[in-house]
């Protein structure tokens, strides 16, 4: 009967360190493309403007 559970708990915890590390890998595979997407915006807001009103403004991109 112990057999059974080692087992078991051994096939829990496979499973659950599969589904770990399917969420690490996508989280990594997902930072390169927010930070391309947020590489115009970092490019754009740069502290060196001259008019105040500018760098309080939000840029919001266009669709597509």
């Excluded at 708990?9 to 690490?24: E, K, P, Q, T």
């Excluded at 890998?25 to 493309?33: E, G, H, K, R």
Aim: glycine fraction near 4%.
């Amino acid at each position: 009967m112990n057999y059974l559970d080692d087992r078991t708990n051994i096939i829990v915890m496979l499973i659950v360190i599969g589904i770990l590390s399917a969420a690490v890998i996508a989280m990594l595979l997902s930072v390169s493309s927010v930070l391309k997407s947020n590489a115009a915006n970092l490019r754009g807001n740069n502290n060196n403007n001259t008019n105040d009103s500018s760098s309080s403004s939000v840029i919001i991109p266009p669709r597509g």
